[in-house]
Nanobody
Framework: QVQLVESGGGLVQPGGSLRLSCAAS????????MGWYRQAPGKQRELVAT???????NYAGSVKGRFTISRDNAKNTVYLQMNSLKPEDTAVYYC????????????WGQGTQVTVSS
């Protein structure tokens, strides 16, 4: 059974930082591209960042330079360090896993709320 369990969300003031974690189980973690998506109220889910099995990263333009995605294959965990947070970063953040070769094998976490407000 595949599980992606996010943690680290919460309420933070503008300009603050948060670090999200996603612990994966039931998959060969090193064979998966990992990513973070987010969905704000009334909006479509959008890509935030991805990191492939080789460690190459990709970011949405809106977060580039502020967010950093990383992975620890020994811990089966992917992280999203979010700095200089803005109110428009408020959303539910979802962890995503996709097999590097068999893209039909993809999975989502349950999401964690991030609220940026004074």
């Amino acid at each position: 059974q595949v599980q992606l369990v996010e943690s680290g969300g919460g309420l933070v003031q503008p300009g603050g930082s948060l670090r999200l974690s996603c612990a994966a189980s039931g998959i060969s973690f090193g064979h998966y591209l990992m990513g973070w998506y987010r969905q704000a109220p009334g909006k479509q889910r959008e890509l935030v960042a991805t990191i492939n099995s080789g460690g190459s990263t990709n970011y949405a333009g809106s977060v580039k330079g502020r967010f950093t995605i990383s992975r620890d294959n020994a811990k089966n965990t992917v992280y999203l360090q979010m700095n200089s947070l803005k109110p428009e970063d408020t959303a539910v953040y979802y962890c995503y896993a996709q097999h590097s070769f068999y893209s039909q094998f993809d999975y989502w976490g349950q999401g964690t709320q991030v609220t940026v407000s004074s």
